[in-house]
């Protein structure tokens, strides 16, 4: 099969990934394997490919954000509590939770691609701070290839409202986002600003106002204001500006320091900033009455699977709309530069295959409203 193979770190604008025929993955004990048909482009891709991200092997094939269909099943777990080098789920293969898989189902792998279920995290509900977990594209290959291997009892059911390409940004920009307006306690009806409108801020919007939330878009870019608006912003200015008004819960999804005190400053007493990223430049020295008043801040690590079932159905319902700006796999050096200097509008994905070829052309430009 074909993948963008990462062998060395190295800046996006360095082509730090290889077009590589390897050999096609085989579904172990527990798993299963997908014919995948697009793999969203995300921020932690680049942060991996970049170095940023401390790398536990190489070569290595990126992507967590994985749309394909099932053509392989692997034979059922033998055992509970396998090595998780295994990757393998704890339930037979070809179920996921008691939903039993089926060749030619159609599924998403997103970035959490294993837990031990044995850790006191994983026994307290709280899956995502596993101490041995496994994230797809970063401990595992992931979906910069034609083919790859999941557990069948974390890759998730794609509602039929989204075309493969619309469901891809869901798998993480989508379900992250979802986990970061839980964390920041957003409650119907309340005033919320997100600072950076990238691909997970621009799904997270719409799940804020069909909660009847009114939104605040902090993000430099013309573009990216003008989207926000259309999706319901209430107001979109830079980051330096002023809001109409304080707000209850704030979201920072970019990943630099230098914003939290500003989104700090944009809170009211007793409001909650949650910081999405899984990586961050820094952390700035700032004053102590930014956080005074009882408001809170804290970070967002990774997401559960009980964050994506439930993403999954809110957006099925809403129906979420997905702006995306599609490449074919062998230019996946392209899409992760166009990330890197903000020159993405929505969220970029990956077609793979011929899916690529009878695409590309189309979906080569954002989609907008």
């Not at 041995?132 to 009892?153: C, H, I, K, N, S």
């Not at 230019?331 to 899916?355: F, H, M, P, Q």
Request: with cysteine; net charge neutral.
């Amino acid at each position: 099969m074909q993948a963008m193979v990462l062998h060395s770190p190295r800046p996006a604008e360095e082509n730090p990934l290889s077009l590589q025929e390897v050999p096609s993955p085989v579904p172990g004990p527990g798993q299963v394997r997908l014919r995948v048909k697009v793999c969203g482009v995300c921020h932690t891709d680049l942060h991996t490919v970049e170095g940023e991200l401390p790398l536990r092997r190489l070569p290595l094939i990126p992507g967590h954000q994985v749309v394909g269909t099932i053509d392989q099943i692997g034979p059922a777990a033998s055992s509970p509590g396998r090595d998780p080098a295994d990757s393998a789920a704890r339930e037979p293969a070809g179920s996921s939770g008691g939903r039993p898989w089926r060749i030619g189902d159609r599924v998403g792998v997103p970035w959490l691609h294993w837990t031990c279920g044995e850790c006191e995290h994983c026994r307290r509900g709280e899956e995502n701070l596993c101490e041995r977990a496994l994230f797809t594209g970063l401990d595992v290959d992931g979906g910069y290839a034609e083919y790859m291997v999941a557990p069948a009892d974390f890759v998730v059911p794609i509602p039929d409202v989204f075309s493969d390409t619309e469901a891809a940004p869901l798998l993480c920009a989508g379900i992250i986002g979802y986990r970061s307006l839980r964390l920041a306690e957003v409650q119907p009806g309340e005033t919320l600003a997100l600072f950076g409108f990238g691909a997970s801020a621009h799904l997270a919007i719409q799940v804020a106002r069909y909660w009847g939330c009114r939104v605040y878009v902090f993000t430099r870019s013309r573009e990216h204001q003008q989207l926000a608006r259309a999706l319901g912003a209430a107001w979109a200015g830079a980051a330096g500006e002023k809001a109409p008004s304080p707000a209850d819960r704030a979201i920072t999804f970019a990943p630099a320091g230098d914003l939290i005190p500003v989104a700090l400053a944009a809170l009211r007493r007793g409001g909650t900033l949650a910081v999405n990223a899984v990586h961050l430049d820094r952390m700035p020295a700032f004053d102590y009455g930014l956080m005074y008043w009882e408001r809170t801040l804290r970070s967002v690590a990774n997401s559960t699977r009980r964050d994506a079932t439930e993403f999954m159905d809110i957006a099925a319902r809403i129906p979420i709309r997905v702006t995306t700006q599609a490449y074919p796999l062998q230019e996946a050096n392209r899409a992760l530069y166009d990330l890197k200097r903000r020159a993405i509008t929505g969220a970029a994905v990956l077609l793979s295959g011929a899916k690529a070829l009878d695409q590309a052309a189309v979906d080569s430009s954002p989609k907008t409203w």
